[in-house]
Antibody
Framework: QVQLVQSGAEVARPGASVKVSCKASGYTFTHYAIHWVRQAPEQGLEWMGWIKPGSGDTHLSRKFQGGVTFARDTSASTAYMELTSLSSEDSAVYFC???????????WGQGTQVTVSS | QFVLTQPPSASGAPGQRVTISCSAS????????VKWYQRLPETAPRLLIY???QRPSGVPDRFSGSKSGTSASLAISGLQSEDEADYYC???????????FGGGTRLTVL
């Protein structure tokens, strides 16, 4: 069955970087984009962008341009999200997900808590 | 980019029917279908409805979705205590080349 398994919780200092991984299984990794979604404390879900594992193409929501980078390792069926120059505002739960239109084919990782604290 | 607006909260007694609305800021959503998600604490969002009104396998038929013009709705009938959760609508925004989520509605079962 399709699974997206994310790396564990991260605690980082302001100004540092963190990299969250999302390992896919149960389907052909290169066939579907991986999306990243954020949920900050007491906030709603917020779409950040996507990476197409087949081509490596990425697209970020304007809000996240400049501080977020997506990457993938097709040999490991794993997508990555790197957050740089962290501030307290980056403290949130980050999800990877397969989001498709007009289909029940919809899968999410379990979420990764990122805490930025000095 | 359009905005999806949901009421911040909703409530109902066990057994009652509750409706949660999702209103789009532009008419662009008219051509795009809506998804609904349920988010329980400490869990990933669960897809309840796709294509405005379709239920994935395993989702109880107590959950139903509809859309008219620029507004979509999620109805939950026969409310149960386990339905207490946050609910989000979502739609693809072609101009954004990405997804827009509503602000979420916290459902309380009284």
């Amino acid at each position: 069955q399709v699974q997206l398994v994310q790396s564990g919780a991260e605690v980082a200092r302001p100004g540092a970087s963190v990299k969250v991984s999302c390992k896919a299984s149960g389907y052909t990794f290169t066939h579907y984009a991986i999306h990243w979604v954020r949920q900050a404390p007491e906030q709603g879900l917020e779409w950040m962008g996507w990476i197409k594992p087949g081509s490596g193409d990425t697209h970020l929501s304007r809000k996240f341009q400049g501080g977020v980078t997506f990457a993938r390792d097709t040999s490991a069926s794993t997508a990555y999200m790197e957050l740089t120059s962290l501030s307290s505002e980056d403290s949130a739960v980050y999800f990877c997900a397969m989001l498709l239109v007009d289909t029940a084919f919809d899968y999410w990782g379990q979420g990764t808590q990122v805490t930025v604290s000095s | 980019q359009f905005v999806l607006t949901q009421p911040p909260s909703a409530s109902g007694a066990p057994g009652q029917r509750v409706t949660i609305s999702c209103s789009a800021s532009t008419s662009n959503i008219g051509s795009n279908t809506v998804k609904w998600y349920q988010r329980l604490p400490e869990t990933a969002p669960r897809l309840l409805i796709y294509s405005d009104s379709q239920r994935p396998s395993g989702v109880p038929d107590r959950f139903s979705g509809s859309k008219s013009g620029t507004s979509a709705s999620l109805a939950i009938s026969g409310l149960q205590s386990e339905d207490e959760a946050d609910y989000y609508c979502a739609a693809l925004d072609d101009s954004l080349s990405g997804w827009v989520f509503g602000g979420g509605t916290r459902l309380t079962v009284l």
